[in-house]
């Protein structure tokens, strides 16, 4: 299974769509009692923070699980992905990548995870999805990951799409051609 692509899976964009006053078609509410939401709220001064509202997909685990690559989360979700995410959206246990800093500043101004995800990928060839890659991320991937990577950047509003896994089913069949 090892020559499979990895699948590195940003969730408040691609999965959890947010930005937008209706729910998308196809979504379910939830309310998910994220711990690092909580503190987020009680660091901000909200005295009893309400549980997360995360609009999510059904449909979309058993698209991502159909996929010819090995999901992994690349979110700031980190952990709390496969405790309150996974089980939502039928998902399995999922590896993820465990940052050793989130949200800081890059010197070449890439996005934070970018450096990161590389290094985590070990040479792997991999499609990153993301509503916050920049072209400087591509840019940087291409030239310093030695396998081959896409970079795909989904709009934050509505979140990934059937044209997304048609792209992500054909560039995993064109690999190694
Ligand atoms: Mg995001």
């Known amino acids: 299974m090892t020559d499979r692509p990895l699948l590195m899976l940003d969730v408040d ?8 006053f209706f729910r998308p078609w196809g979504y379910r509410t939830h309310r998910v009692p ?39 989360w690349a979110t700031a979700w980190q952990a709390e992905a496969d405790e309150h995410l ?16 989130m949200h800081h500043k890059d010197p070449d101004g890439l996005h934070w995870k970018t450096r990161q995800l590389v290094c985590w990928a070990d040479q792997r060839p991999f499609v990153w999805v993301d509503d916050e890659i920049g072209p400087q991320d591509a840019e940087w991937i291409a030239a310093n990951h030695p396998g081959e ?3 795909m950047k989904i709009d934050h509003r509505s979140g990934l799409r059937p044209e997304h896994f048609a792209r992500l089913t054909a560039w995993a069949g064109e690999l190694g051609r």
Request: hydrophobic fraction near 40%; glycine fraction near 6%.
């Open 13 to 20: 964009g691609p999965i959890a769509p947010f930005d937008r």
């Open 34 to 72: 994220s711990q690092t939401w909580r503190q987020r709220q009680l660091d901000k001064g909200v005295t009893d923070p309400k549980p997360l509202r995360v609009w999510l997909n059904p449909a979309h685990g058993p698209s991502l699980l159909a996929l010819p690559y090995d999901l992994v």
């Open 86 to 101: 996974a089980p939502l959206l039928g998902l399995p246990q999922l590896p993820y990548v465990s940052w050793e800093s």
């Open 149 to 151: 990577a896409l970079t």
